[in-house]
């Protein structure tokens, strides 16, 4: 990423930098999927997805978001994170 799309994503919640990614920063990403965000913060920890970074801000993609949603459906049935990065470690 360039130095210039990173001071565009610093200027708005949600900005399409060069390769036309929409990114949005952590506290978009807790209310779309209705989740605090140390549980994003956990989940990067655990390495079960791993956000881009702008400096030492997260950045996540929809793709991020949409794998957050499967681990959000999966450890709502009652699968550990471990058993979470398995499953999604075969798709």
């Keep these: 990423m360039t130095k210039e799309d990173a001071a565009l994503l610093e200027k708005s919640k949600a900005?399409?930098?060069?390769?036309?990614?929409?990114?949005f920063g952590i506290?978009?990403?807790a209310m779309?999927?209705?989740?605090?965000q140390q549980t994003l913060r956990n989940w990067e920890k655990?390495?079960?997805v791993v956000?881009?970074?702008v400096g030492?801000?997260?950045v996540y993609t929809m793709d991020h978001i949409e794998l957050c949603k499967?681990?959000?459906e999966f450890s709502g049935k009652g699968v550990?994170?471990?058993g979470i990065k398995e499953i999604i470690g075969r798709i």
Excluded: F, N, W, Y
Excluded at 15 to 23: I, N, R, S, V, W
Excluded at 32 to 36: F, G, Q, S, T
């Design 32 to 36: 779309m999927l209705d989740v605090h």
């Design 15 to 23: 900005q399409k930098p060069a390769d036309g990614k929409t990114l």
């Design 56 to 58: 030492s801000r997260r």
């Design 27 to 29: 506290r978009e990403v």
């Design 46 to 48: 655990k390495r079960v």
């Design 80 to 82: 550990p994170l471990k």
């Design 51 to 53: 956000p881009l970074r």
């Design 70 to 72: 499967k681990i959000k």
